[in-house]
């Protein structure tokens, strides 16, 4: 579990999707995730489906992983489907007691199940082809012109690496305050509504007065080490824009262009 | 209450933001409902609860972001921007924003009827009203179904939680406060 989270989703490899810029690839997933909304025809989504199989291929991702990551949603989507299906109004097709599927239902839900399963399979592969850190390295030079606003780029991705070091630690913290406590007699799983709240305070209270302590540890040891933010500070892999990136760019206005061309011919 | 430089705000949150991905591996066995509620959105109004506005946002924030680049943090040990943006998404944002209210209405003196007023109001109305509307939206079901289907059966375990983190965020408080830390 604890490499699980250290590593995410990431899918280690080659591939011309894995090289791409963190920074091209977020914009890139942004940009075609909103595309998808434009579809509305058979025809769109047929010209979705063929662009998004062929991005996997490109990125050499296991059809197993692409499909685990609909695993936690599935229920949702099917009832998006069923709820489509029954309760859209128009000409019924086939009738189970109460309930009337309609023609119109069967479409307008299998089109929305595909946008859903579009969103979400697009949006995996941004996080199957990037390790977490080059993410958080690209979403931080992102953020770099809203510093002017008063957005801390820098310290956002500081705070991503102490978040991600201190998971463990505090899974571990949790795991012994709940084995001290119940060596005490607590009691997590009886009651009524009232003691069981009350029983949550042996374990969460000590869970946060510690985190709080090594915050304060951390955050003292920080400043005695001079710790001040990004400000000219140098890294050991810069990121860089290459043409792999500005072609991404170039295949991804094409495939817009031809949607939007879709939309409006297609009515 | 940050005596001492930004440094402080920023490590507060980051270890809070740990903290929320912990509550969010760690199962609650509800008296009420027979599904195993996560400590997910109890640790979002813990969070509202026990941190300066500033340190809440922060918090938050560096969870959202943590689960987007593919952490897997959000309910149920998923991550990836497929859950943000996903049918589910909108109960994250609503997170934020939550957080952000709870902290900014708990007031200064620790009252545990304001503490559970806002916990209710953040943790749960607003977390829904964003989680019911984004649903509405992408699943294109329209907002009564989304209530009936996103909101509903979850209910009753939100008030359950927000209960415990009324209690526990006062206790934590108090302690805080005997303590003389931040």
Request: hydrophobic letters at 55%.
């Amino acid at each position: 579990m604890l490499t699980d989270i250290m590593l995410g989703q990431y899918f280690p490899g080659n591939s011309l999707l894995h090289l791409l810029d963190p920074r091209t690839k977020i914009i890139s997933t942004i940009l075609f995730i909103s595309s998808i909304f434009l579809a509305d025809t058979y025809q769109a989504y047929i010209i979705l489906a063929a662009f998004i199989v062929f991005i996997i291929a490109l990125a050499a991702i296991p059809p197993t992983m692409i499909l685990r990551s609909l695993k936690p949603l599935w229920i949702i989507i099917v009832l998006t489907l069923l709820i489509h299906i029954f309760t859209t109004p128009g000409s019924i097709i086939y009738k189970i007691g109460p309930l009337a599927a309609t023609q119109e239902g069967v479409r307008q839900g299998l089109f929305m199940t595909i946008r859903l399963v579009f969103l979400i399979v697009v949006s995996s592969l941004l996080t199957f082809t990037t390790s977490p850190i080059a993410l958080t390295d690209g979403i931080e030079r992102l953020l770099n012109p809203f510093k002017k606003i008063g957005l801390p780029a820098h310290e956002l991705a500081m705070m991503m690496t102490i978040a991600l070091r201190f998971i463990p630690t505090l899974l571990e913290e949790t795991d012994k305050i709940m084995k001290a406590q119940m060596a005490r007699g607590a009691d997590f799983t009886s009651g009524n509504i009232l003691r069981r709240a009350r029983n949550m305070i042996p374990l969460l209270v000590p869970l946060f007065i510690s985190a709080f302590r090594r915050a304060d540890e951390l955050a003292t040891a920080m400043e005695a080490r001079c710790y001040r933010g990004g400000h000219q500070r140098t890294r050991m892999k810069e990121l860089q824009i290459t043409t792999r990136d500005w072609l991404a760019y170039g295949v991804l206005g094409i495939i817009i262009g031809v949607l939007v061309a879709v939309r409006i011919t297609l009515r | 209450m940050s005596r001492r430089n930004n440094v402080t705000d920023f490590v507060y949150a980051a270890l809070f933001a740990a903290l929320i991905a912990v509550l969010g591996l760690v199962a609650i066995p509800l008296p009420i409902s027979p599904v195993p509620v996560t400590g997910q959105s109890l640790a979002i109004m813990l969070a509202g609860s026990i941190l300066t506005v500033r340190q809440a946002a922060y918090s938050v924030l560096t969870f959202l972001l943590l689960g987007a680049v593919g952490v897997p943090v959000f309910a149920g040990m998923t991550g990836g921007i497929g859950i943000i943006v996903g049918p589910r998404g909108g109960y994250l944002l609503g997170f934020l924003v939550g957080a952000i209210v709870i902290a900014l209405l708990k007031g200064q003196h620790n009252n545990k009827w304001r503490l559970a007023l806002v916990n209710v109001l953040g943790g749960i109305i607003i977390v829904y009203t964003f989680g019911v509307l984004w649903l509405g939206f992408v699943t294109g079901m329209g907002l009564e179904k989304a209530f009936t289907v996103g909101a509903l059966p979850y209910i009753p375990g939100d008030l359950f939680k927000a209960f415990v983190a009324t209690v526990v965020g006062a206790a934590v408080n108090r302690q805080l406060q005997k303590a003389g830390s931040r």
